[in-house]
């Protein structure tokens, strides 16, 4: 049995910390939100996750040092905005070597760092690795079938996350590509933005699996430039991440594209969804990358006209469509 705390007591933060508990760990839950605790505390499930219970053994504490401190595991389950903050509040109680995973998606503005980098910089004596991919914290709660990846700078701490973790319902894979993972993570948020965009203007499957299918090529473009590898953008944390997150309801990221499709703001849309929409931070971000990596990315760049250029979403689809003509893939050979 080993000793995890949950940092961040969100959807997805509550729905591994049940997984956890039921493969024998000792679960602790933090939160900054003192309304979030006594929530749980006093019902022990979240409003977000209704019907998944939390075991009535489960600690609940809005004190850093009682949650990091002795601890096999910290699982950061905050939102990338709050990232930054929340490491630098736990920073003088992590013990070196203690092992992070973040679980959070998402780009830093200004600083153009992923999640890991910000945790690291903020924790620079902490073991920092990542896990991600196609995972609602609907389902996982519901202990429905989820695989995902582990990326870690060791194997060893990668295999160790993922011993932590796996079970029936829950497979787990290893990767080395800390960065392509969470690139992957972090812009298909941006692309589940402009598929529910799509969905709003009341487009078909034809356009949603356009987007997805030429979403992954621009992913991969950056994130390759970055210094990501190619298969991680065409496994679990790249293609299949793009593929839940632009097709499925629980996702945030595209229940708020529809809304802005039919007409509303990103504000107006982000306060109706009532949950971090991660891809409204990492749209600003993914297109500084594209400007420092010389990329092109007509999609991302077409949602962050919407969002903060005031464009129609029905004239950033004409433009999309209206581009000049090009080969789909440039480096095939004629006969």
Known sequence: MAEISIIGGGSWGIALAVLLRKNGHKI??????????????????????????????????????EAAQGKDLLVMAVASSYTRKTAGRFAPYVADAQKIVNVAKGIETGTLMTLSEIIAQEIPQADVAVMSGPSHAEEVGRGLPTTIVVGAASKSTAEFIQNLFMNEVFRVYVSPDILGMELGGALKNVVALAAGIADGLGYGDNTKAALITRGITEIARLGTAMGGKFETFCGLTGIGDLIVTC???????????????????????MSQVQMVVEGVHSAKAAMELARKYQVQLPIIEQVNEVLFAGKSADQAVKELMLRDKKLEVSDLPWR
């Open 28 to 65: 602790t839950v933090w939160s900054a939100l003192e309304a979030e605790i006594q929530m749980l505390e006093e019902e022990h499930e979240h409003r977000m996750l209704p019907g998944v219970k939390l075991p009535e053994d489960t600690v609940f504490t809005m004190d850093e040092r």
């Open 247 to 269: 097709a499925s309801m629980h996702s945030r990221n595209r229940r708020a594209g529809i809304l802005i499709g039919q007409g509303k703001t990103y504000e107006e849309a």
